[in-house]
Nanobody, 122 residues
Framework: HVQLVESGGGSVQAGGSLRLSCAASGYSTSSYRMGWFRQAPGKEREGVAASDKDGTTMYADSVKGRFTISQDNAKNTLYLQMDSLKPEDTAMYYC?????????????????WGQGTQVTVS
């Protein structure tokens, strides 16, 4: 049974940083493609960052240079380091896992999702 649990969200002032974590169980993160998504009220879920099994990463243009996706396979944990946060980054953030991508890593076609963690930037 695959389970993803996010943590690390909170409230921060603009320009600040947060580090989100996603603890995975029921499978090995090294064998799955992983992604971070966010959804603000009234908006569609959007891909923020994704990581392929070979370590290749990709980012949405809106977060390039500010966010970094990484994973510690020994801990079965995915991370999202968020720096220089802006009010427009405010959203619920979700991690996701899939054996294969459909339409690329930033498209929301993942099989497994966490429950989300709230990030608020003021």
């Amino acid at each position: 049974h695959v389970q993803l649990v996010e943590s690390g969200g909170g409230s921060v002032q603009a320009g600040g940083s947060l580090r989100l974590s996603c603890a995975a169980s029921g499978y090995s993160t090294s064998s799955y493609r992983m992604g971070w998504f966010r959804q603000a009220p009234g908006k569609e879920r959007e891909g923020v960052a994704a990581s392929d099994k070979d370590g290749t990463t990709m980012y949405a243009d809106s977060v390039k240079g500010r966010f970094t996706i990484s994973q510690d396979n020994a801990k079965n944990t995915l991370y999202l380091q968020m720096d220089s946060l802006k009010p427009e980054d405010t959203a619920m953030y979700y991690c996701a896992a899939a054996r294969a991508w459909i339409c690329g890593g930033l498209a929301p076609y993942y099989k497994h999702w966490g429950q989300g963690t709230q990030v608020t930037v003021s």
